[in-house]
T-cell receptor, first 110, second 113 residues
Framework: RKEVEQDPGPFNVPEGATVAFNCTYS??????FFWYRQDCRKEPKLLMS???SGNEDGRFTAQLNRASQYISLLIRDSKLSDSATYLC???????????FGKGTTLSVSS | DADVTQTPRNRITKTGKRIMLECSQT?????MYWYRQDPGLGLRLIYY???????NKGEISDGYSVSRQAQAKFSLSLESAIPNQTALYFC????????????FGDGTRLSIL
């Protein structure tokens, strides 16, 4: 099993749609979880941290399921500007293992 | 000004050449990282440093070396570049107190001919 796995997509959705991405991780000792957004050939930018209790930031909701070792990102009311690649990142407690998923590509069309 | 600055932004060079990529940061973070990104392979960690003079190998350190002479600077060297080192390289920093996340530079696009 790969350390961090994401469905590469692409996910093609119309504006206004709700879309969800999942990410699974193999190391149960992982402590910190993040979603990053990366536009084509640009640097990854932090979208949001993922907390055990789940967290929401506007149209974005992140969930963590430690028992099943997966993380999810829900985007509501998709905008054209949401088109990007979304990277799942898992970090161990010591910060010595930083594993990026390969990313899920989202394309929002009008 | 960017918090994490990489130089050069683009570089084309020939096989066998020595290349140095520079990274500097104004965030005051102790931790710095070098990644490469290849299509279909995602971001892979090359080296990381948690303090001045602290150097740790990442997933793919072969063919690379790094130097951390100051808190704000972390340089990556390719001693003898080869074509399969053609990639997009990113430097990143993080604050250990926040357990991540990482802040990335704009990237260096490196092509080895």
């Amino acid at each position: 099993r790969k350390e961090v796995e994401q469905d590469p997509g692409p996910f093609n959705v119309p504006e206004g749609a709700t879309v969800a991405f999942n990410c699974t991780y193999s190391n149960s000792a992982s402590q910190s979880f993040f979603w990053y957004r990366q536009d084509c050939r640009k640097e990854p930018k932090l979208l949001m941290s993922v907390y055990s209790s789940g967290n929401e930031d506007g149209r974005f909701t992140a969930q963590l399921n430690r028992a099943s070792q997966y993380i999810s990102l829900l985007i509501r009311d998709s905008k054209l500007s949401d088109s990007a690649t979304y990277l799942c990142v898992v970090i161990n407690q010591a910060g010595t293992a930083l594993i990026f998923g390969k990313g899920t590509t989202l394309s929002v069309s009008s | 000004d960017a918090d994490v600055t990489q130089t050069p932004r683009n570089r084309i060079t020939k096989t066998g050449k020595r290349i140095m990529l520079e990274c500097s940061q104004t965030k005051g973070h102790d931790r710095m990282y070098w990644y490469r990104q290849d299509p279909g392979l995602g971001l892979r960690l090359i080296y990381y440093s948690f303090d001045v003079k602290d150097i740790n190998k990442g997933e793919i350190s072969d063919g690379y070396s790094v130097s951390r002479q100051a808190q704000a600077k972390f340089s990556l060297s390719l001693e003898s570049a080869i074509p399969n080192q053609t990639a997009l390289y990113f430097c990143a920093t993080s604050d250990p107190l926040s357990q991540g996340p990482q802040h990335f530079g704009d990237g260096t696009r490196l092509s080895i001919l």
